[in-house]
């Protein structure tokens, strides 16, 4: 199939699909005209691609998940090395949230600090 086939069936852009092919994560074979003509399984792979971009993945560890791959794209997450990968992501996530946490309790705080000075009285604030 052309790419604008693999790109209508998939709901990515063209642009995305070269660059997942310029990444390694999708193949394709090329016509006498030079056209790239992908595989039916390709819809496939890049829902996959899409899917762990969405969870956290970068296109070098997806390839790198890639390189293990099996027949069926929908067995792809669960293979060991992609549960281990799931396992950091979620710490990251973990680690990332706390963080967030933390900011949103020193922005609160400073919030209220800040309303609490502009209700006191200026000769309050001066030490009048």
């Known amino acids: ?9 998939s709901q990515v852009s063209i ?32 829902k996959a691609i899409r899917l762990y971009l969405r969870l956290g993945l970068t296109t070098d560890e997806i390839g790198t998940l890639f390189k293990t791959e099996v027949a069926d794209p929908d067995e792809y997450e669960y293979c060991e090395e992609m549960l281990a990968t ?7 996530v ?6 967030l946490q933390q900011l949103k309790g020193l922005l609160e705080k400073q919030i209220a600090n800040t309303v ?9 604030v ?3």
Do not use: C
């Open 1 to 9: 199939m052309k790419i604008s086939e693999l790109a209508s069936l």
């Open 15 to 46: 642009r995305s699909i070269r660059h997942y092919e310029n990444k390694g994560l999708l193949k394709a074979d090329r016509l006498e005209n030079d056209y790239r003509d992908f595989s039916e399984s390709a819809v496939e792979r890049v």
């Open 86 to 92: 799931y396992h950091e992501k979620l710490s990251n």
């Open 94 to 99: 973990n680690g990332q949230i706390e963080a």
């Open 116 to 124: 609490r000075r502009k209700k006191q009285p200026i000769q309050d």
């Open 126 to 128: 001066q030490g009048s």
